[in-house]
């Protein structure tokens, strides 16, 4: 009987040896010294199955590789089975703690079983390992983190919900930069031209008129002349604002070059047209723009002729400005030839 608690009392402090030099990270050739040559076992990570030493060697360098620091543990439910003279059991429960990457990192009910077998220099070692995490450390009723994990997913979804948002914010705000004549607030020429070939496409398509109404200051070049540029700069974007104001939410404007706005207006035909830009000189001519006083415009007007290009009708759109212009300004044209 002597030998039976003799046995245990052996076992019990291999444990503790074993432990002691593991954990401590003091020494993990003292602790893998206590393997036996044919140890094999399971780990604790991901499908770790070990079926030789060399693995659990890897897996040892790898523990204190990436937990350095010293693991104090508390030790309970220790169990002793001594099976024969050269085999015995030791079954505990550990709770571990230590600092990983700063984080208080708790390990607990963690239960490990070794199978001890005399080695024939009368040494103990450790023949089989098995270490399990048990369900309880993520509540009774999981074998798996899943609740802990659901949660963290919703954080994470909210994080990136809330990234996306900013990120479509960030991207509208850019779409509009990229749109917008900085000056004016308007659809900058690239903007404008991209609405007027998406119209021009609806209007080939279903039939409906589309026509274009090009504004010109008149004299503009003696505004910045008489009056600097920066004066010059603010009578451009009163212009823009008077016209923005006239304009149904399907019309669409944009700055067309210097001291030109293009109008395009879906589902209006030349008369409507006219009428617009008739309307649009009277308002122009009316306004009282500051430091200047009154000022004109000049305005030509067509209707897109299905199947004619781009150029072509804004070709011909700029050849009513131009005549609206020789023939004295503050004046309304159509197309020389036709609508
Ligand atoms: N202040 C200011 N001036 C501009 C801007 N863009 C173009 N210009 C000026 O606008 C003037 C346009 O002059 P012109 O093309 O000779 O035409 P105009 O003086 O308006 O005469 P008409 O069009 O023939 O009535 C030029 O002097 C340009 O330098 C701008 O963003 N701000």
Not at 235 to 242: G, Q, T
Not at 312 to 335: H, I
Request: hydrophobic share 40%; charged share 25%; glycine share 8%.
């Amino acid at each position: 009987m002597t030998g039976a608690k003799g046995i245990e009392q052996e076992l019990r402090a291999a444990l503790e040896a074993y432990l002691t030099s593991y954990l401590t990270r003091w020494d993990l050739q003292k602790a893998v010294a206590l393997f036996s040559p044919t140890i094999h076992g399971v780990g604790t990570g991901h499908d770790e199955f070990v079926p030789e030493r060399r693995v659990f060697l890897e897996i040892y360098e790898r523990d204190f590789r990436q937990a350095p620091n010293a693991i104090v543990w508390e030790q309970s439910r220790l169990q002793v089975a001594v099976l024969s003279d050269t085999v015995g059991i030791t079954t505990c429960e550990l709770h571990l703690h230590t600092q990983i990457q700063g984080q208080e990192i708790h390990l607990n009910n963690l239960r490990q079983s070794l199978v001890w077998k005399r080695h024939e220099s009368g040494r103990w070692v450790i023949e089989h390992l098995h270490i399990s995490f048990p369900s309880t450390e993520h509540g009774q009723d999981e074998s798996y983190p899943n609740k802990e994990l659901e949660a963290r997913n919703r954080v994470l979804a909210r994080l990136v919900e809330k990234r996306t948002a900013q990120l479509r914010e960030a991207l509208e705000e850019q779409r509009q930069l990229a749109n917008t004549d900085r000056l004016t607030g308007m659809n900058n020429r690239p903007r404008i031209e991209e609405l007027a070939s998406t119209e021009f496409l609806g209007a080939q398509r279903y039939g409906y008129p589309v026509s274009s109404i090009l504004v010109d200051v008149d004299w503009f070049k003696r505004i910045n002349d008489q009056h600097g540029h920066l004066i010059g700069d603010s009578v451009l974007k009163a212009f823009a604002d008077i016209i923005t104001a006239r304009l149904r939410a399907v019309d669409h404007a944009g700055r067309w070059g210097g001291e030109e706005f293009l109008i395009i207006c879906p589902h209006i035909g030349i008369e409507g047209a006219l009428a617009l830009a008739r309307g649009l000189r009277e308002t122009i001519a009316a306004h009282p723009f500051p430091k200047i006083g009154p000022w004109t415009a000049s305005i030509g007007v067509s209707q897109y002729r299905p199947g004619e290009t781009l150029q072509d009708f804004f070709g011909r759109t700029d050849a009513a400005l131009y005549r609206a212009k020789e023939l004295g300004r503050n004046r309304v044209e159509v197309a020389p030839n036709g609508p």
